[in-house]
């Protein structure tokens, strides 16, 4: 009824089960897991009436799972963890489309981590189940349908061992490697909730860093997920050495060179060892990196070898002109538009078609919004997090971790979104 991460493949596991378990055979560093299979779902929504997104969710989320499918993940639990009640798991979903050199799917269905116990485990697949069907994994569906799965969607749900990261990020290879991290679980960088740390490895050179803005970070305490401030001397140092950074790149070539092309990785580091979480195809690949520049020392964590070059400074913010503001370019292109602000989903009714998107951050529920909005500028975030690969995917303009552009940006002024070089300037 359970299949071993390692036996995985994409009919029966979905896309992201079925990288992690040829990284597996290759001996690369994934943590051990199980995989409740496609089948599993399939059989359990039999019957249903899923013609309604809405409808179809609500029916899953009530859905209760079959006994021996139960028992089925408790078995695999104490193999995997140990005695009953010990150890807690990430459950995240594996859906069929997910992760493919044509659509990643970034985002758009759940993930719940911090996970112990058979019964808490069973209602984290069904979460994962039904997001399937949640708003925004079907608006990415209907975008992307030349580019996802024909047929009825499906998705079987993983289930691995959590790595309580100290450090966490994702790492896109390609010529240069670009890596991005902050503090904490990686759910900060993919989510888009910090602006984190940045690097450039080019051949085996350390080309060029940026030091975040860290001001939180999210970790698991017992067995609640919580997202905490960051101290301010960790604020002011980068979360990765030298050789960390090195060690990464490795890994990312190897990915690469076994899985035959570009790839984008979300990657933790516990207790000093890397793990592997996720590698599927680079779909769009991100503006070019930012050339190197002076910063100060002191922004460094003590490093066992030498810099190859100067780290970068963060975003400065407004210009001296006072009507421009600058970020980190997230996708390129270039869009003109009234600005619209938006603080929470409550906002989302105000936002029209060819508006310029202004958040803090773009949570992966937001992305309903692409489909509609001309550009997209937050306050926080990374260019490899999992709203700005979206924005690719979609040819979507967008900058990030753009100082006060909630407070610089009035309602309605008319902008323009400069995605490539990182700009944003008021028109009128």
């Excluded at 779902?41 to 006994?67: F, M, N, Q, S």
């Excluded at 950074?245 to 580091?269: F, M, N």
């Excluded at 996708?331 to 600005?339: E, H, Q, T």
């Amino acid at each position: 009824m359970l299949i071993d991460l390692a036996d995985a493949e994409s009919a029966t596991s979905g896309g992201k089960a079925a990288v992690l378990a040829r990284l597996l055979g290759a001996r690369l560093p994934v943590p051990p897991g199980f995989v409740v299979p496609t089948a599993a779902y399939e059989k359990a929504v039999a019957g249903l009436d899923l013609a309604d997104a809405g409808t179809a969710r609500r029916l899953i989320e009530r859905l209760p799972l079959a006994p021996a499918l139960v028992d089925s993940i408790s078995g695999a639990l104490d193999r995997l963890v140990g005695a009953p009640g010990e150890g807690y798991v990430a459950v995240r979903s594996s859906a069929s489309g997910e992760d493919t050199a044509e659509a990643t799917a970034a985002g758009q269905h759940d993930t719940v981590l911090g996970v112990r116990g058979s019964g808490p485990v069973a209602e984290a697949v069904r979460r994962c189940w039904a997001s399937l069907w949640s708003e925004r994994a079907v608006a990415y569906r209907s975008r992307r349908a030349a580019a996802v799965s024909t047929g009825a969607p499906t998705v079987a749900v993983l289930v691995q061992r959590l790595v309580d990261a100290d450090v966490a990020g994702v790492m896109f290879t390609g010529t240069d490697i670009r890596i991005e991290a902050s503090w904490g679980l990686g759910a900060s960088v993919v989510g888009g909730l910090v602006t984190p740390d940045s690097w450039t490895v080019s051949g085996d050179t350390l080309a060029h860093r940026s030091l975040g803005g860290k001001d939180r970070r999210i970790d698991r305490v017992g067995s609640r997920v919580v997202t905490r401030e960051v101290p301010s001397a960790d604020r002011q140092r980068c979360c990765l050495t030298d050789e960390e950074v090195v060690r990464l790149a490795k890994l990312g070539r190897d990915t690469a060179d076994l899985l035959g092309g570009a790839q984008d990785i979300e990657w933790a580091i516990a207790d000093g060892r890397i793990w592997l979480l996720q590698a599927r195809p680079v779909t769009a690949a991100p503006p070019s990196a930012a050339p190197p520049s002076a910063a100060p020392p002191s922004a460094a964590r003590p490093t066992a070898a030498p810099w190859t070059a100067a780290p970068s400074s963060a975003p400065s913010g407004r210009t001296a002109e006072g009507t421009a503001l600058t970020g980190t370019p997230g996708s390129p292109g270039v869009a003109v538009g009234p600005a619209r602000v938006v603080h929470g989903p409550g906002d989302f009714g105000r936002v029209r078609p060819g508006d310029v998107l202004v958040c803090r951050t773009t949570d992966p529920a937001w992305t309903p919004l692409f489909g509609v909005v001309a550009a997209v500028v937050t306050e926080t975030g990374g260019l490899l997090s999992h709203a700005a690969i979206v924005a690719r995917e979609q040819g979507l303009p967008a900058v990030l971790a753009v100082p006060g552009a909630m407070t610089a940006l009035p309602d309605g002024a008319a902008v323009e979104v400069d995605g490539s070089g990182g700009r944003v300037g008021l028109t009128g």
